[in-house]
């Protein structure tokens, strides 16, 4: 999980740079993190202290409103609906490491994840 929000300050600059380049600064004066960061603790909440995944994502989305979430996502949040918003599927890969991690049953890693 560490890893993967490294990454995601790492990588902020970055995002949508094409192409990227071979050689970089891993921290520059415009890293900073992004909504995967966000929705990734976002999902360690539940699976550390209980509770809703839902409840958890919406909650840190508005504590953090300006982290960089795609327009569907930020129209979901305030109704607190559990739809699909037509997301472009990628989120769920990037903030998924905290099951790796927080869990230590290698059954429910898969369903929680």
Do not use: C, Q, W
């Not at 890293?31 to 840190?60: K, M």
């Not at 305030?78 to 490491?97: I, L």
């Amino acid at each position: 999980m560490i890893g993967a929000i490294a990454g995601d300050v790492i990588g902020s600059v970055y995002e949508g740079a094409r192409p990227m380049p071979k050689t970089f600064p891993l921290l520059s004066t415009g890293s900073r993190f992004t909504d995967d960061s966000v929705l990734t603790v976002a999902i360690a909440s539940p699976i550390l202290h209980g509770g809703d995944y839902g409840t958890a994502l919406n909650a840190e989305a508005r504590t953090y409103p300006y982290a960089g979430y795609g327009s569907a996502f930020l129209d979901l949040t305030p109704k607190d609906d559990d739809v699909p918003y037509n997301s472009y599927g990628n989120a769920a890969g990037m903030r998924v490491s905290a099951a790796g991690r927080a869990l230590n049953d290698l059954d429910r890693v898969p369903a929680e994840a």
